[in-house]
């Protein structure tokens, strides 16, 4: 009989945890979630739904972790990204003569060091800068200019408009372009330099012209002696023989 009582108590007891103790059955809480990184380019792409050959671009040129280095790296961006229509624009073979290291700064053409928001692009100082590099002409100069609620692109070879707003934060711009933006310095080449003009020949100086003279003076001034040397001796001699024909 004790022992009867005995379970019981511990029955009780155990309902009475589990009615005042619920969190201590509870399971155990879930792991905090980790710290967010910075936004995904070719997630933002994907998502879009047509910019697949723009993603197969950044990853076979390595710039989809590139733009992740600068963007965890709390470096501000803006993207231009051309649709596959836009793509579909481009002659092939123009496409195709590009090398690997042009294909890699084409990308790179269309990533500007800078975060341009939608309210920003009538404020932009052009030429922008980009990751290609070089900005100035016959390189990678990138004009931009905003016409009311027009945005327009010029590279020198194409003219292009932003179409809308893929992705816009306080780190990240990513915007739809109609077309493909082509550097200048792919297909133009800077014309060439000028030839420096010939050099003009030195003037004599005053003081070289007057010892010219004075060197040119000294045998005119020595001749009239040797003459009136030679004027004397014959004097003499006509006078000798005049003489000695007297005697």
Known sequence: MSKHIFIFLQLLLLLCIIHHFPTIIAQSPAPAPAASGPPDVVTILKKAGHFNTLVRLLKRTKM????FSLLNNSNPLTIFAPTDEA????????????TYQQRIQLVQFHVVNLLISPSDFEMVSNPLSTQAGDNSNYKFPLNVTADDDQVSIKTGIVNASVNGTLYSDDQLA???VDRVLLPLGFFVSPPPVPAPPPLK??????SD????DEDDAKPSGAMPVIYNGLGVMSFMCSVIIAISLCV
Do not use: C, M, N, W
């Open 174 to 176: 990513v915007y739809q």
């Open 87 to 98: 793509f579909s624009k481009l002659k092939s073979k123009t496409f195709k003569s590009l």
């Open 201 to 206: 020949e030195e003037a004599s100086s005053p």
């Open 209 to 212: 012209s007057s010892e010219e």
């Open 64 to 67: 989809d972790a590139r733009i």
